[in-house]
């Protein structure tokens, strides 16, 4: 009764906490709305029954229980049910529609301190597939997933679905494809990702025809067949393959899912009902999710400094420089942030400013921007945080967040900068944070071998390269914490966390004792949180050695075999909280070669040639 109680209250928790914050492919091909006027009540009718079917399948799970011949089955259908709804259900409460679809993780309450069970569809795909659970744990596990279902079905009914909705609930579904169901995110257990691909390409086609379907064809009806034929392709291709480690991903994206996006990119533009948005983590004129400017920076970036100005950007790319911003006049940005090693350092940890070593690693600055939550130990929530707390920081720049240097206020060349960036010559660090920041946002890279590769611009990616992207992708689990595109660990398709694991890093390469730096337990000192840490871009990693917050790994191979291994855990170190989705990977050396293959094509250090050069000119 009392676990009852708990996971109830898990349950008001989430939904009040998210009310805060804002049949076969031919049948399917064959139906369409003829009519050139856009009516909503369909698709959002198809919404509500799907979001109802789940409920009814979670329902008819209560009376067979965990363990009954059947239960798989009925879960299978609740699942792709849910799919269905997904894009509306959880476009319009992200909160609970990721808590209905989210990892099997304990969740933790900050308000609290409370630490509440895993619960949703994920931790019931344990539960029925793995076996371990009472019929009453499971019966609990269904009662609060059944009750997060009840509150998206409410929403669903209660606001309408609109052109604006529609794109971008489409949109972050066709990401969803991409980054968790083929990853293995989504079904860990039962890997049943490319099934509910399928689903979620034949539910697109659905609404389609329930929709804007009528006057597409009646303004570009070409258009119209190229997107069924894009869509039929790439159910075809799934087809082929269900297999989680053989299927071909790399292949899947670049030749079938970049063809969908686009195309369904074109027919938004052709229906002239919605134009887009930048307030949003996506350029949704973006043909595909692997362009330049697929993604839109200023959304990552803290409401006050949204705006910033190219003479912002040209501001803090001279302060970054510059080493009066630190009390002793020794330390800059670039003390640590090399432009010439990708915006790392290449040191196992830098040096403070009485020359001694800091606690950790120096992070790659390049494609920053797009976190949630900056520093390894995650404790500062935007990147205008992060630089005052270098500032503030008595080893590092030791200086306030209100005090000016003087030597920058008489240097000549700063005050027509000042002006222009910000209409005055400012006397508050406040401005040379934003401007710094605005800089740092400047730093976006996606124009890699791999980028150039998967968008279809050249054929030079090798077949071992291929295979490593395809482990990434499957059996060796790396996207389920590093999401493709961004390769880092904000979490789509809403970008609005980034994740912290717990995966046992050792204190030396020997891995005979745990590091005991204990990362994110400073903020709350919550057992679960014991030597948690960011999960960190692998953009650059191949430029960015020694690896991990403290250093301990200096070549990428160390790093496979840490994680083939099972992390800490399969190193032996007591872990209880190890988050990894793994116990050891079993890769091969081949298999470990690839991958490592695979990482340094995500080397792109353009900016940072580029920024030098013209620092090299200009300073």
């Known amino acids: 009764m009392m676990k009852k109680n708990f996971l109830l209250l898990l349950l008001l928790t989430l939904v009040f906490s998210s009310c805060k914050q804002k049949g076969e492919y031919e049948d399917i091909a064959s139906v369409s709305e003829n009519t050139s006027e856009v009516t909503w009540d369909k698709a959002q009718q198809f919404y509500l029954e799907s979001i109802n079917n789940s409920i009814a399948y979670l329902q008819e799970l209560e009376k067979k229980g965990a363990h009954d011949e059947r239960s798989k089955q009925i879960f299978i259908k609740a699942r792709q049910e849910f799919k269905k709804a997904e894009p509306y259900a959880s476009y319009l409460n992200p909160p609970v529609g990721h808590r209905v679809n989210g990892p099997a993780l304990p969740v933790f309450l900050d308000d609290n301190g409370r630490t509440m069970p895993p619960v949703g569809l ?55 494809i991409i980054s968790l169901s083929i990853s293995g995110f989504d079904t860990p257990v039962s890997h049943l990702g490319f099934d509910e691909s399928i689903v979620s390409l034949q539910s697109l086609l659905e609404v389609y025809n329930k929709s804007i379907s009528g006057i597409i064809k009646e303004k570009n009806s070409s258009l119209d067949t190229e997107f069924r034929k894009n869509i039929a392709a790439a159910i075809s291709f799934i087809e082929k393959d269900r297999n989680f480690e053989t299927f071909d991903r790399f292949t899947f994206i670049s030749d079938f899912m970049n063809p969908v996006t686009a195309s369904w990119v074109a027919i938004r533009k052709e229906s002239g009902l919605w134009e887009g948005t930048d307030n949003k983590p996506f350029n949704f004129d973006a043909p595909t999710f692997f362009e330049e400017d697929s993604f839109n920076v200023k959304y990552f970036m803290p409401a006050v400094n949204r705006n910033y100005s190219e003479q912002q950007i040209a501001l803090g790319e001279k302060l970054f420089f510059d080493k009066n911003l630190s009390d002793n006049k020794k330390m800059a940005c670039a003390t640590c942030h090399i432009p010439e090693k990708a915006y790392a350092d290449g040191l196992v940890a830098n040096l ?42 008595e080893k590092e720049f030791n200086t306030g967040v209100h005090q000016f240097s003087e030597d920058i206020l008489q240097d000549p060349k700063y005050q027509p900068m000042l002006r222009e960036a910000f209409g005055q010559i400012s006397s508050r660090n406040t401005d040379i944070v934003k401007a710094l920041s605005a800089y740092i946002s400047s730093l976006v890279a996606f124009n890699s071998k791999f980028d150039r590769n998967i968008r279809g611009e050249e054929n030079t990616f090798t077949a071992e390269e291929k295979h490593g992207f395809n482990l990434f992708m499957g059996k060796a689990l790396c996207a389920t914490c590093h999401f493709v595109p961004l390769t880092n660990g904000t979490v789509p398709p809403f970008f609005s966390e980034t994740e912290r694991e717990v995966i046992g890093v050792p204190e030396t390469a020997e891995n005979l004792q745990l590091d005991d730096d204990a990362g994110f337990y400073w903020m709350y000192e919550a057992d679960l949180h014991k030597g948690m840490f960011k999960t960190p871009t692998v953009r650059n990693s191949a430029l960015t050695a020694p690896y991990m917050h403290n250093g301990v790994y200096a070549t990428l191979e160390e790093v496979m075999d840490f994680y083939n291994s099972g992390g800490g855990a399969g190193s032996g170190f007591d872990l209880p909280h190890q988050t990894l989705p793994f116990d050891e990977l079993n890769l091969t050396e081949e298999e470990k070669n690839a991958l490592v293959a695979y990482l340094k094509t995500l080397s792109d250090t353009e900016i940072s040639k580029a920024e030098s050069q013209h620092l090299i000119v200009n300073h």
Not at 153 to 158: P, R, S
Not at 379 to 393: K, Y
């Open 122 to 176: 994920q931790k019931i795909e344990e539960s029925i597939y793995d076996g371990g659970v009472s019929e009453v744990e499971f019966l609990s596990e269904l009662e609060v997933t059944k009750g997060l279902m009840l509150a998206l079905k409410e929403n669903i009914q209660k606001r309408e679905l609109n052109p604006e909705r529609f794109f971008i609930a489409t949109h972050q579904q066709l990401l969803r």
């Open 352 to 393: 403070d400013n009485l020359g001694k070593n800091l606690q950790r690693n120096t992070p790659t600055l390049i494609n920053a921007a797009f976190q949630q939550n900056f520093f390894w130990d995650g404790r500062s929530e935007n990147l205008m945080d992060q630089i005052s707390s270098v500032f503030t920081n």
